[in-house]
């Protein structure tokens, strides 16, 4: 069964403490792996597709990285702004869904 | 470019009445997407719709549930019969023609809350 647990549930970090979040998956056959922000009370926003291991994207202060097993989000050097919910998806064998992992909830303080 | 349309963003329903829930997918994107979110759960796959046609719905509840997503107009999911459970946030999202979740776009979502 296709799987996506991310790691930790919660990252509390000060402001410039930069850190990584953590995807684990098991699919038969990675399609695409996908990285979502979702602030309180909106929907997710898009950030990033990969599709191979070894692949790299970034934007701003984000580095999505990924592996045969897992992917990474790292945040450099993050701000009060970057806290929200991170969540990882990988797309399900027919190409039809998402599934979504639960969530990392990071809180950035100054 | 307007984004994913959701309607309404809060919804408070009795049990046993119906819920109708509305999504109007950016221009020009013919794929939409319903995804459930429960508290302290991640998002959850319901059904996918091109015009007309429901591609997948191996996410739907098998009864109460149901989606359409017509010629002309928006998409709609339909809970009949609510009951405490069904309260969530539920998420709509589209993509373009041919690219399917690569360019998925979500609406800010409905909050159904089942009293």
Redesign the interface.
């Given at each position: 069964e296709d799987q996506v647990t991310q790691s930790p549930e919660a990252l509390r970090l000060q402001e410039g403490e930069s850190s990584s979040l953590n995807c684990s998956y098991t699919v038969s056959g990675l399609r695409g792996l996908f990285w979502y922000r979702q602030d309180p009370g909106k929907g997710p926003e898009f950030l990033f597709t990969l599709y191979s291991a070894g692949e790299e994207k970034e934007k701003e202060r984000l580095k999505a990285t990924l592996t045969k097993k897992e992917s990474f989000l790292h945040i450099t050097a993050p701000k009060p702004e970057d806290s929200a919910t991170y969540l990882c998806a990988v797309e399900n064998q027919a190409g039809t869904a998402l599934i979504f992992g639960k969530g990392t909830t990071l809180s950035v303080s100054s | 470019n307007a984004g994913?349309m959701?309607n309404p963003r809060h919804l408070v329903r009795r049990r046993g009445q119906e819920a109708r829930l509305r999504c109007s997918p950016m221009k020009g994107h013919s794929h939409v997407?319903w995804?459930r979110q429960l508290p302290?759960?991640?998002?959850?796959?319901m059904v996918?719709l091109q015009k007309e046609n429901i591609?997948?719905e191996?996410?739907m509840p098998k009864e109460r549930f149901s989606a359409e997503f017509p010629k002309e107009g928006p998409s709609i999911l339909r809970i009949q019969q609510v009951v405490r459970g069904d309260s969530a946030a539920y998420?709509c999202a589209s993509s373009p023609q041919g690219q399917?979740?690569?360019?998925?776009?979500?609406?800010?979502?409905t909050r159904l809350t089942v009293v």
């Open positions: - | 994913v959701q997407y995804y302290e759960e991640g998002l959850k796959f996918y591609i997948d191996s996410g998420f399917r979740n690569t360019e998925a776009f979500f609406g800010q979502g």
